[in-house]
């Protein structure tokens, strides 16, 4: 990581003789991994690649912020994420694919806007997700379908964010920019969490709207604890959905929704246990039970999903990463077709990952 800082004299603007302090870093992850991958066919056939780290994204950024005196600071961040397997971006044509917002930071709290991550997804990725979000299509699907802003991305987004002690409150706005309806392509988020220690439990409400209007509604619990070496983790989904997202992105095959808003409940546990200063050990549990799986109603719509994950990391250093994971998942009833081979897969990954 690097930094450089730029004394900025406000005095110049012959306003005052205070002077300002700017500072811009550099940052960045890079992280690889290589996968086997059982039932990635229709006709049951493994595969093995080069592909993405299993828990985070290689990515590159850079974040800057000016004091403007009275405790108040403005800030911006531009970040992208690329293919270390072949360099390319991981959003064709979108340069800054991740995050790209401006804001203003104060007592009163952080204010952004722009494409960022959204309140309920930044507690995933701080540690409330088992795997704090994992990166394969075969373990991160919960907190995707259930933790973002479903097809709108995190583009066009007003947030607030305040922290008092150890209560933490985010408020987001997704402004659809569409003539003549502020619905379309609209959402917002609703998050308190106490983020205290040793216990931690966090409340979250989504909305997204499409292009049509129609909404996709998430309510969300999460439980942290921890304990010693240990930090366990429980959480619960609930998940009403008439845009398609959850049913195209688990299916693989876009969005499809159908007359019957399809619902889940969802639950997942984890726990993330410190054997040693460079040696993590963490197992986690996501399970799904759906209805109107595809738009199918009755028993043909019902059906449920299971991944279990092991994982292990040692640090080498607290930049450099070596990991190996260990995935199953398994679909039953309707969930079934929305694997591959109509049943289940079995992964096994190596990554090195390394932060700059």
Same mark, same amino acid.
């Given at each position: 990581?690097?930094?450089?800082?730029?004394?900025?004299?406000?005095?110049?603007?012959?306003?005052?003789?205070?002077?300002?302090?700017?500072?811009?870093?550099?940052?960045?992850?890079?992280?690889?991994?290589?996968?086997?991958?059982?039932?990635?066919?229709?006709?049951?056939?493994?595969?093995?690649?080069?592909?993405?780290?299993?828990?985070?994204?290689?990515?590159? !950024?850079? &974040? /800057? *912020?000016?004091? $403007? +005196?009275?405790?108040?600071?403005? %800030?911006?961040? =531009?970040?992208?994420?690329?293919?270390?397997?072949?360099?390319?971006?991981?959003?064709?044509?979108?340069?800054?694919?991740?995050?790209?917002?401006?804001?203003?930071? !104060?007592? &009163? /709290? *952080?204010?952004? $806007? +722009?494409?960022?991550?959204?309140? %309920?997804?930044? =507690?995933?990725?701080?540690?409330?997700?088992?795997?704090?979000?994992?990166?394969?299509?075969?373990?991160?699907?919960?907190?995707?379908?259930?933790?973002?802003?479903?097809?709108?991305?995190?583009?066009?987004?007003?947030?607030?964010?305040?922290?008092?002690?150890?209560?933490?409150?985010?408020?987001?706005?997704?402004?659809?920019?569409?003539?003549?309806?502020?619905?379309?392509?609209?959402?917002?988020?609703?998050?308190?969490?106490?983020?205290?220690?040793?216990?931690?439990?966090?409340?979250?409400?989504?909305?997204?709207?499409?292009?049509?209007?129609?909404?996709?509604?998430?309510?969300?619990?999460?439980?942290?604890?921890?304990?010693?070496?240990?930090?366990?983790?429980?959480?619960?989904?609930?998940?009403?959905?008439?845009?398609?997202?959850?049913?195209?992105?688990?299916?693989?095959?876009?969005?499809?929704?159908?007359?019957?808003?399809?619902?889940?409940?969802?639950?997942?546990?984890?726990?993330?246990?410190?054997?040693?200063?460079?040696?993590?050990?963490?197992?986690?549990?996501?399970?799904?039970?759906?209805?109107?799986?595809?738009?199918?109603?009755?028993?043909?719509?019902?059906?449920?999903?299971?991944?279990?994950?092991?994982?292990?990391?040692?640090?080498?250093?607290?930049?450099?990463?070596?990991?190996?994971?260990?995935?199953?998942?398994?679909?039953?009833?309707?969930?079934?077709?929305?694997?591959?081979?109509?049943?289940?897969?079995?992964?096994?990954?190596?990554?090195?990952?390394?932060?700059?």
């Amino acid at each position: 990581m690097k930094t450089w800082a730029f004394p900025l004299a406000a005095g110049a603007l012959i306003a005052s003789p205070v002077f300002a302090q700017s500072s811009v870093t550099m940052f960045g992850v890079a992280d690889a991994s290589l996968r086997y991958l059982s039932g990635a066919t229709s006709d049951n056939k493994s595969s093995f690649a080069l592909t993405d780290g299993a828990i985070s994204q290689s990515r590159w !950024g850079i &974040y /800057g *912020k000016e004091d $403007l +005196g009275q405790g108040m600071k403005a %800030l911006f961040m =531009l970040e992208g994420g690329y293919h270390l397997n072949n360099g390319t971006s991981q959003r064709s044509g979108k340069i800054f694919n991740r995050k790209a917002y401006v804001g203003l930071e !104060g007592d &009163y /709290g *952080k204010l952004t $806007l +722009g494409t960022q991550d959204n309140p %309920l997804w930044e =507690l995933l990725i701080e540690g409330w997700d088992p795997l704090t979000v994992g990166n394969y299509d075969q373990n991160e699907w919960m907190p995707v379908v259930f933790g973002t802003n479903g097809p709108n991305g995190a583009n066009n987004a007003v947030k607030y964010m305040k922290r008092y002690q150890d209560i933490q409150v985010g408020l987001e706005y997704i402004v659809g920019g569409v003539a003549g309806s502020t619905a379309r392509n609209s959402g917002y988020v609703l998050s308190v969490a106490y983020v205290g220690k040793p216990f931690g439990i966090a409340a979250n409400v989504l909305q997204n709207r499409d292009i049509q209007a129609n909404t996709q509604m998430i309510y969300n619990l999460d439980l942290k604890y921890e304990w010693g070496p240990a930090t366990l983790t429980l959480g619960y989904y609930n998940s009403n959905d008439k845009t398609g997202f959850v049913d195209g992105f688990l299916s693989g095959r876009g969005v499809t929704g159908g007359p019957n808003p399809r619902k889940d409940n969802a639950f997942f546990a984890g726990v993330a246990y410190q054997v040693s200063k460079p040696l993590t050990l963490s197992a986690a549990v996501y399970y799904d039970r759906a209805s109107n799986v595809n738009g199918v109603s009755g028993d043909a719509g019902d059906g449920s999903r299971e991944t279990y994950v092991l994982l292990a990391e040692y640090g080498f250093s607290r930049r450099t990463t070596l990991y190996g994971t260990v995935d199953y998942s398994v679909g039953h009833g309707a969930q079934r077709a929305e694997f591959p081979n109509g049943r289940d897969q079995t992964g096994v990954g190596i990554g090195l990952r390394h932060r700059f």
